[in-house]
C-alpha cells in the first residue's frame, strides 16, 4: 500500500513539473518595421534553442504564406533574424517549439515590411 502511494505521488510531481515547464513567449521587436535584409530583435523569455526549433514569418492564413527567418543570434531572451525576401507586409512572427510533439505557435509581435514595391507620392 505504501509503494503504490509513493509512485502515485512520484507520478504526480512528474506531470506537474511537466506542465509548468515554461513556454517561449515574445514581448517585443525592435524595429517594428523594416525592410528585406534587415536584421530585427526579438525579445522575450525561454527563447534559447532547446526551446524555439525554427522561427517564421506568418500572414496569419493557411500557412502558405509562412516564411522561415534565418536566426543570426539567439539567447534566452532575444532572437535576431533577417528579414527574408519573401516578406511584405504586416507580418506575425511564430515559432516551432522543440516540445514533444512541436507546436507552431503565433506569437504577439507583428513587423511591417516594406518590400519596396511601395510607389513614392
Known amino acids: 500500500m505504501k509503494l503504490s502511494l509513493v509512485l502515485t505521488l512520484l507520478v ?7 506542465a509548468q515547464t515554461a513556454a517561449p513567449r515574445m514581448t517585443s521587436i525592435d524595429p517594428p518595421n523594416g525592410k528585406i535584409g534587415d536584421v530585427v530583435t526579438v525579445t522575450g523569455e525561454n527563447l534559447t534553442k532547446d526551446m524555439v526549433a525554427k522561427v517564421y514569418l506568418t500572414d496569419g492564413g493557411d500557412g502558405k504564406g509562412d516564411i522561415q527567418v534565418t536566426v543570426t543570434q539567439q539567447t534566452a531572451t532575444s532572437i535576431k ?18 516540445t514533444k510533439p512541436a507546436q507552431l505557435i503565433e506569437q504577439p509581435v507583428k513587423i511591417t515590411v516594406d518590400d ?3 510607389l513614392q507620392r
Not at 12 to 18: D, K, L, P, Q, T
Not at 81 to 98: E, H, N
Open 116 to 118: 519596396g514595391q511601395t
Open 12 to 18: 504526480a510531481a512528474s506531470f506537474a513539473s511537466y
Open 81 to 98: 533574424f533577417k528579414i527574408p525576401a519573401k516578406a511584405t507586409g504586416r507580418m506575425a512572427v511564430m515559432i516551432l517549439t522543440t
